[in-house]
């Protein structure tokens, strides 16, 4: 707790709360009285000064807790009861700080996420020095220098070399991931043993890492709906509340037949029992500690209400490349006849595909890493595939339409493989189909558990794709998605959303590209991939930094949590409220007990939302 002049004048009023325990009586009400003001001026404060501007704002009487309890400390002190007025101040401010350092404890991830952004870069000189500069003047195409151990200070590219990179910081991913020629970088991230040199693609304030603090920012300042309708709730109540008290008064003398005394005693019971302390702390430390514990496990949320709205969902629709699955083709079956010999053949393969540029050509040659060159003259035609003479003998690589009809051998394999979604490459030689190649882009592993998490609790999931129905169909069938919408066009998608929330509302919608991004904007929730496009990010309400479906699903768990808690918190907060005024009215309880029952049950509810701090991501 940082020792301001509100905290000092608290401590202060709290030792000489202590002290006047042990005084004698003549001295106590004196230091009673002392510790009320000492500890409580800034509760006066805030109270009389957020009444008077909310009231000037609204253009109505806009009273708030801290009025009752500073009512209520007077009406203590007035009735000769400063031990209790003390009590009841100290517990309140104490409370009262405890709930800021909550929500201080989930901003300071903020803190802690800029204190890691890097300063300073070194770039290389038209002439091939290196020279230390401020990250802010670097520019798009810049060359840097990455040191053994230092801090990548701005997104970009690798040029030359090879890292070991340590992207905890954007991902929550404490392992290092081995990264080398081609592969992207991210500010904020370490680089291990190795040095390398990259580029920079990005400007600082276009960075992932300088998207992470501001969108954590912002979620943090954008309330749940709940937490938004107890501040709109708590004004009218406090309202209630004090226009009560005339009535609770009068009902002493005249319904129960007390003192005056006694029915000013018990109408001061009943403001402290009856002030929603603890009610105004169910859901905003546990919303911020939730959006704290996500944004270190690699899932930004713009807004509060965002989080709470994932537990309700009755849907998600995903984008199929790139979202579900990895956005590029790999090599899934590889078959020869048994008329050649496969170590014969492999190496003309592969020569003839790393004369290509064609992106199946890319994923079968990054399949054979081991195969030996060989030395070939390739010729390409446009819809035709690949052909090459070696050793006297002719070479075809194409789809399976560049050699219709297909030969009756490789029919059925054809058949089931492309049945399967699989995209069919045959090769023939000297006219005679010899073997194939089936190339699919493959689910990514974090897909199945996330959609089998989604199903178990309710959520349907959806596939759209522009893909063919086969094609569709198969991947849906492979991560157990019974809904798939193909051969959907991008202008096509939002219209889909719409058909969807027609059956499923609220629906979230998840995706990566420009395409996806109207129908994330229509969704009631819209979930980016942290690799996706800009656009896709700034229209999306969720991102998912390292494209880890299995954080959507812990997202969820967060989500279901932070409901369960805040409605444990709202039902504890009132039945307190109930028991207390019961108690006062029945005379079973004093001002001193209902200020520890009260006020420790606003600190009960602030604890138990700040346990989702404490939530981890199962591996």
Same mark, same amino acid.
């Given at each position: ?51 008077? =501007? ?36 100290? !517990? &309140? ?11 201080? *404890? ?39 220098? !990455? ?17 070991? !990179?340590? /992207?905890?910081?954007?991902?929550? /991913? ?21 040095? &390398? ?14 998207? !992470? ?19 709109? &709730? ?56 939730? @959006? ?25 629709? &995903? ?79 194409? *789809? ?43 689910? *990514? ?78 969704? /009631? =929730? ?31 768990? =967060?989500?279901? *949590? ?5 409605? /444990? ?21 004093? @001002? ?28």
């Amino acid at each position: 707790m940082k020792l301001n002049r509100e905290t000092t004048a608290y401590l202060l009023g709290a030792g000489t709360f202590l002290v006047s325990l042990v005084v004698p009586p003549a001295a106590q009400a004196a230091l009673a009285t002392l510790a009320t003001g000492l500890a409580g001026y800034h509760v006066a404060w805030e109270g009389l000064h957020d009444t008077v =501007v909310q009231t000037q704002a609204a253009h109505r009487f806009t009273p708030n807790i801290h009025l009752l309890m500073i009512l209520a400390a007077l009406g203590a002190l007035a009735i000769g009861s400063p031990t209790e007025a003390a009590l009841l101040i100290l !517990i &309140f401010a104490g409370a009262h700080f405890l709930e800021e350092y909550a929500e201080n *404890k989930s901003r300071s991830a903020i803190t802690a996420l800029m204190a890691m952004a890097p300063n300073n870069a070194r770039r290389y000189t038209a002439g091939g020095r290196v020279e230390v500069v401020a990250v802010d003047d670097l520019a798009v195409g810049d060359r840097l220098l !990455i040191q053994n151990g230092a801090q990548i200070p701005i997104d970009g590219t690798i040029l030359t070399g090879t890292g070991a !990179i340590n /992207e905890a910081a954007i991902s929550g /991913e404490a392992i290092p991931r081995e990264k080398g020629p081609g592969d992207p970088v991210f500010a904020g991230t370490l680089n291990g043993n190795h040095p &390398f040199d990259m580029t920079v693609t990005k400007a600082a304030s276009d960075t992932v890492f300088a998207q !992470i603090i501001r969108l954590v920012a912002a979620a943090q300042n954008t309330p749940t709906q709940t937490a938004s309708m107890i501040q709109r &709730f708590e004004p009218r109540y406090v309202r209630l509340v004090l226009a009560a008290l005339p009535l609770v008064l009068l009902a002493g003398p005249l319904g129960f037949g007390w003192s005056w005394a006694t029915s000013w005693y018990r109408t001061i019971g009943f403001l402290v029992a009856a002030s929603p302390c603890a009610l105004a702390a169910s859901a905003v430390p546990a919303t911020l500690a939730g @959006i704290t514990t996500l944004a270190k496990n690699g899932v930004l949320f713009k807004g509060g209400r965002y989080l709470a709205n994932l537990k309700q969902l009755k849907a998600i629709a &995903f984008d199929k490349t790139g979202t579900l699955t990895a956005g590029h083709p790999s090599v899934t079956d590889v078959r020869f006849s048994a008329a050649v010999v496969e170590a014969e053949l492999l190496p003309v393969i592969v020569a003839m595909e790393r004369q290509s540029n064609h992106p199946l050509a890319a994923a079968i040659v990054a399949h054979f890493p081991t195969v030996p060159p060989c030395d070939v003259t390739v010729h390409s035609q446009l819809g035709q595939g690949l052909s090459a003479t070696v050793a006297g003998h002719q070479f075809i690589i194409g *789809k399976p339409a560049r050699f219709a009809p297909v030969p009756a051998a490789w029919q059925a394999q054809v058949a089931a493989l492309t049945h399967q979604g699989k995209t069919v490459i045959l090769i023939a030689r000297d006219g005679v189909v010899v073997g194939l190649i089936a190339l699919l882009d493959a689910p *990514k592993p974090s897909a199945k558990g996330a959609i089998d998490y989604l199903k178990a609790h309710g959520v349907t999931p959806v596939m759209i794709t522009g893909d063919a129905q086969p094609t569709g169909a198969a991947v849906g069938a492979s991560l157990g998605i019974d809904t798939v919408y193909a051969n959907v066009m991008p202008t096509q998608k939002a219209s889909v959303i719409s058909r969807l929330q027609a059956h499923f509302a609220p629906l979230a919608m998840v995706g990566d590209g420009v395409n996806d991004a109207p129908a994330l904007a229509s969704a /009631e =929730v819209g979930i980016a991939m942290g690799a996706g496009t800009d656009v896709a990010i700034d229209v999306a309400d969720v991102v998912l930094v390292d494209n880890d479906l299995a954080r959507l699903a812990f997202a969820h768990r =967060v989500s279901r *949590k932070l409901d369960r808690i805040v409605r /444990e918190n709202l039902v504890f907060a009132m039945s307190v409220v109930v028991l207390l005024v019961g108690l006062n009215a029945l005379q079973l309880t004093n @001002i001193a007990w209902g200020v520890v029952l009260h006020e420790g049950s606003t600190l009960l509810v602030i604890l138990n939302g700040l346990r989702l701090l404490h939530m981890r991501r199962e591996s």
